[in-house]
């Protein structure tokens, strides 16, 4: 059974930081792109970071670029993003995600749909 638990969640400042924590289970970790995608009420899910199998290719969206850090470990099939100087309008649920992806990391990131397992979801609140 594929489970991807996220963890890290919360409520911050604007301004402010989190990490996010993603746990894989049931499946082969290293075969798969993994990804942070966001979603917030009457919007449709976005990408926000990808990271390829080995972790050798990283893909942001324009908004967190240089705010948000993607990273992976394979060997406790985990992945993280660390988010600093958060904005209100990262204030969304926040989604663990697996792919195959044969496209590559840039069109997952933009076609969300591509996705072989999500995780449950954490939020995250920024106040202003």
């Known amino acids: 059974q594929v489970q991807l638990v996220e963890s890290g969640g919360g409520s911050v400042q604007a301004g402010g930081s989190l990490k996010l924590s993603c746990v894989g289970s049931g499946y082969t970790f290293d075969a798969y792109y993994m990804g942070w995608f966001r979603q917030v009420p009457g919007k449709e899910r976005e990408g926000v970071a990808v990271?390829?199998?080995?972790?050798?290719?990283?893909y942001y969206g324009d908004s967190v670029k240089g705010r948000f850090t993607i990273s992976r470990d394979n060997a406790k099939n985990t992945i993280e993003l660390q988010m600093n100087r958060l904005r209100p309008e990262d204030t969304a649920m926040y989604y663990c995600?697996?792919?195959?992806?044969?496209?590559?990391?840039?069109?997952?990131?933009?076609?969300?749909?591509?996705?072989?397992?999500w995780g449950q979801g954490t939020r995250i609140a920024v106040s202003s």
């Open positions: 995600a697996a792919g195959r992806v044969s496209l590559g990391g840039d069109w997952w990131l933009r076609n969300p749909s591509g996705t072989d397992y």
């Open positions: 990271i390829s199998r080995w972790g050798g290719g990283t």
